[in-house]
């Protein structure tokens, strides 16, 4: 029974670039949520998203990012225009209900050059 | 909103001792999650441990949420514990996750 699955697990942008983080969660689980962990802290909540519904974005910066979890493929955050203080390790979560356990993926680990 | 405190930040065992970590959190909650975060960066699910003790080796955890805390204990400590322990709640009729700030734990051989 496969874990969350994201990937990659490294990734380089040049300042301006765009990033593209996917997500697949376990079999099974229809609740997906994406947190952030800045160097040194906890991981913060950034978007708790349903198949093709985006049910609570309140953590995500009011620009710049993105995200969705379309019907088909895996949930996808996207980060525009990057700027160094988008260096981070981004990580998500799925659970089958909610409350339930969240099960975490590896996380990406973002660098801006 | 929520807060949630954990005690102590930073913790330096020798190997084969015995560890309590605490959490402290202000508000109800509907879930209470117990991690591991290894030096390589993975997050390990260690407890779903709204009320109650549950234990997995040796691991063990209890909840209390009538009185908002929750304790986890390492026995025999093993350098392989190295690492950040992080407890994560979710408040009552909500579904994030509102991390504490980690025990960051070293065990020497």
């Known amino acids: 029974n496969a874990g969350v699955m994201q990937n990659p697990r490294h990734l380089v942008r040049r300042r301006g670039q765009e990033a593209r983080l996917r997500c697949s969660p376990m079999?099974?689980?229809?609740?997906v949520y994406w947190y952030r962990q800045l160097p040194e802290e906890g991981l913060k909540f950034m978007v708790y998203l349903q198949k093709e519904n985006i049910i609570d974005e309140s953590g995500m910066p009011k620009e710049r990012f993105s995200a969705e979890f379309p019907k088909e493929g895996p949930s996808i955050l996207r980060i525009q225009q990057v700027v160094r203080g988008d260096s981070a390790a981004y990580f998500c979560?799925?659970?089958?209900?909610?409350?339930?356990?969240?099960?975490f993926g590896d996380g990406t680990r973002l660098s801006i050059l | 909103g929520i807060q949630v405190e954990q005690s102590p930040p930073d913790l330096i065992l020798q190997e084969g001792a015995n560890s309590t970590l605490r959490c402290n959190f202000s508000d109800s909650v509907n879930n209470l999650q117990w991690f591991h975060q290894n030096p390589w960066g993975q997050l390990i699910n260690l407890f779903y441990i709204p009320s109650g003790t549950k234990q997995n080796g040796r691991l063990s955890a209890t909840t209390v949420a009538t009185e908002r805390y929750s304790l986890l204990y390492i026995s025999s400590s093993q350098t392989t514990d190295s690492g950040v322990y992080f407890c994560a709640v979710v408040r009552d009729s909500s579904y994030k996750l509102i991390f504490g700030s980690g025990t960051r734990l070293l065990v020497r051989p």
């Open positions: 979560a799925s659970s089958p209900d909610r409350p339930a356990t969240q099960h």
């Open positions: 079999k099974g689980h229809s609740h």
